[in-house]
């Protein structure tokens, strides 16, 4: 069970950081990542993180400008948006692997199986 909050309306150039608080799954040893939705397209990976922590990747679209992290103590995962853009208006998902590591095609949204309720970022321009 994975639950997103921190979405809002921000300006282009600010930032937000949105959470994602789980559940129901040994989340110390499983890896995260988040998805995002924009209006009339597909379902596009933004960001996972391993279950350590050490091993991340991202979006061409939102590297440099975008953090994954997290706290296994409160089972919680983040990712900060710096620097954003019109671009990154969507819907933004949390989401767990079907396996428990970093899937050899992390960017395939089949390849996750537990999609939180997801959390709405809209960047003004």
């Known amino acids: 069970h994975l639950v997103e909050s921190g979405g809002g309306l921000v300006q282009t150039g600010g930032s937000l950081r949105l959470s994602c608080a789980a559940s129901?799954?040994?989340?110390?040893?499983?890896?995260v990542g988040w998805f995002r939705q924009a209006p009339g397209k597909e379902y596009e990976f933004v960001a996972i993180?391993?279950?350590?922590?050490?091993?991340?990747h991202y979006a061409a679209s939102v590297q440099g400008r975008f953090t994954i992290s997290r706290d296994n103590t409160k089972k919680m995962t983040y990712l900060t948006m710096d620097s954003l853009k019109p671009e990154d208006t969507a819907i933004y998902y949390c989401?767990?692997?079907?396996?428990?590591?970093?899937?050899?095609?992390?960017?395939?949204?089949?390849?996750?199986?537990?999609w939180g309720q997801g959390t709405q970022v809209t960047v003004s321009s």
């Open positions: 989401v767990f692997p079907k396996v428990y590591g970093v899937p050899r095609e992390f960017a395939d949204y089949n390849e996750y199986d537990s």
């Open positions: 129901g799954r040994t989340f110390s040893a499983s890896a």
């Open positions: 993180i391993n279950w350590s922590g050490v091993q991340t």
